[in-house]
Nanobody, 124 residues
Framework: QVQLVESGGGLVQTGDSLRLSCVVS????????MAWFRQAPGKEQEFVAA????????VYAESVKGRFTIGRDNAKKTVYLQMNSLKPGDTAVYSC?????????????????WGQGTQVTVSS
């Protein structure tokens, strides 16, 4: 059974930074594509960033490009999301997701495993 547990969310001010972590249980983490999605109140879930198993390929939403960085440590079975220059518009529940294949990584339906999410709130 694969479980994903996020941490690192919190309340910060505009311009601050946060680092989210997602620890994955399961033997085959190193082969998964991993991603972060977010959902703001009253809005649909949206793609944030994705990384393939060997860190060669990364994809970012336009809204976070240049501010957020996704990374992973396969030995620690952990995926990270470094968020800099945070804005109130980044306020959302951030969830990590894992996929057995790197295929159209921006699409929610392509992910097999999901965490419960961690709240990020950015005050103005």
């Amino acid at each position: 059974q694969v479980q994903l547990v996020e941490s690192g969310g919190g309340l910060v001010q505009t311009g601050d930074s946060l680092r989210l972590s997602c620890v994955v249980s399961g033997r085959t983490f190193s082969s998964y594509a991993m991603a972060w999605f977010r959902q703001a109140p009253g809005k649909e879930q949206e793609f944030v960033a994705a990384i393939n198993w060997n860190r060669i390929s990364t994809v970012y939403a336009e809204s976070v490009k240049g501010r957020f960085t996704i990374g992973r440590d396969n030995a620690k079975k952990t995926v990270y999301l470094q968020m800099n220059s945070l804005k109130p518009g980044d306020t959302a529940v951030y969830s990590c997701a894992g996929a057995r294949r790197w295929e159209m990584p921006t699409i929610t339906a392509n992910y097999d495993y999901w965490g419960q999410g961690t709240q990020v709130t950015v005050s103005s």
